[in-house]
């Protein structure tokens, strides 16, 4: 369930969706995916999702120290403005 098929027949693979964030770039280049983040940082499949779809949301510090926390394990350099307007 990776796919959809389009009015015009075409085939468009979620991972290929150019309008992902910056949050969801990084975690298709690492090779992680949206239920693997949601798992390891206790956030909601459903906050990941708009976390890796809409370039525009800006998690809760609360939220947003949990995804930080993920992300460090992934990978230490990384800071919020990587990801985020804030």
Not at 32 to 44: L, R, Y
Not at 49 to 78: A, H, R
């Amino acid at each position: 369930m990776g796919s959809m098929i389009t009015k015009t027949g075409v085939v468009k693979l979620w991972w290929k969706n150019p309008k992902r964030s910056k949050f969801g770039k990084f975690l298709d280049r690492e090779g992680i995916t949206q239920n693997e983040f949601a798992s390891e940082s206790k956030i909601s499949k459903r906050t990941i999702s708009t976390l890796c779809n809409d370039s525009t949301y800006e998690p809760s510090p609360k939220t947003l120290k949990k995804i930080m926390l993920g992300v460090k394990k992934i990978d230490k350099s990384k800071q919020p403005h990587d990801f985020f307007d804030i």
